[in-house]
């Protein structure tokens, strides 16, 4: 999705975006980062946008919407969805201070070598006042130590504190994780990536329905 680890979903576009659509938990994702975001005018960055499923949202809410990602595949697949598309690598942005009114970011963190490395990036190309929105998989529900697919209640493997990437793991199923791995943080460490990016969390929340959640999503400014 968006460093240069996640090169690794070249080759995988199409498979990927015919995944995703599949999943209605990935609808649900996108769903709460737009009620999170709201509504434009403003130059809007959707980091590390993959094959540009959040794009017509943002669009549609008003926004004039910049896509950046490090795989020329996933941007490839996002050509003609209405935003203008940047191969980048989300730790080291193209783009001047205080270039956007707002970042999106969806279903990344776990695909980036440093996510406080991007977080503070994203901080420094909002405008003052700006608003930053981060929907992502929960640490603690749906990480490599924990298996969901096949079983009433997940199931928990050791390994919940193991930082870093996995590249295998029994909880990982047949998605996409047998194919890029995941990095994951506990969930102290990950709200401590946001907090010490420099913005102000604003908002904390679980969203969905379910008893262990599959997300969790924030707002913050700058």
């Known amino acids: 999705m968006a460093?240069?680890?996640d090169a690794r979903y070249d080759g995988l576009a199409a498979w990927y975006a015919d995944h995703v659509?599949?999943?209605?938990?990935?609808?649900?994702?996108?769903?709460?980062?737009?009620?999170?975001?709201?509504?434009?005018?403003?130059?809007?960055?959707?980091?590390g946008c993959g094959?540009?499923?959040?794009?017509p949202g943002l669009v549609a809410a008003g926004?004039?919407?910049v896509g950046v990602d490090v795989s020329t595949d996933q941007?490839?697949?996002?050509?003609?969805?209405?935003?203008e598309l940047v191969l980048a690598d989300a730790a080291d942005l193209p783009f001047a201070d205080a270039s956007f009114e707002a970042v999106v970011s969806v279903l990344t963190h776990t695909d980036f070598d440093d996510p406080g490395a991007v977080f503070a990036e994203a901080r420094r190309v909002l405008r003052p006042g700006g608003r930053f929105v981060y929907v992502g998989s929960h640490p603690c529900f749906v990480a490599p130590s924990v298996q969901r697919a096949g079983v009433e209640l997940p199931v928990l493997h050791a390994g919940y504190r193991r930082q870093g990437w996995w590249d295998a793991s029994p909880a990982f199923g047949d998605g996409i994780r047998p194919r890029v791995g995941v990095n994951h943080l506990p969930l102290a460490d990950f709200l401590n990536a946001v907090v010490g990016s420099g913005l102000t969390l604003l908002e904390f929340r679980e969203p969905g329905?379910?008893?262990?959640?599959?997300?969790?999503?924030?707002?913050a400014t700058k």
């Open 75 to 83: 941007l490839d697949a996002a050509r003609g969805v209405g935003a």
């Open 51 to 55: 094959t540009g499923f959040a794009v």
């Open 209 to 219: 329905g379910d008893d262990y959640p599959f997300f969790l999503s924030l707002r």
């Open 21 to 47: 659509a599949t999943l209605p938990a990935h609808q649900v994702a996108h769903t709460e980062a737009l009620e999170l975001l709201g509504n434009g005018p403003g130059r809007c960055l959707d980091l």
């Open 3 to 5: 460093d240069r680890r």
């Open 63 to 65: 926004w004039l919407v």
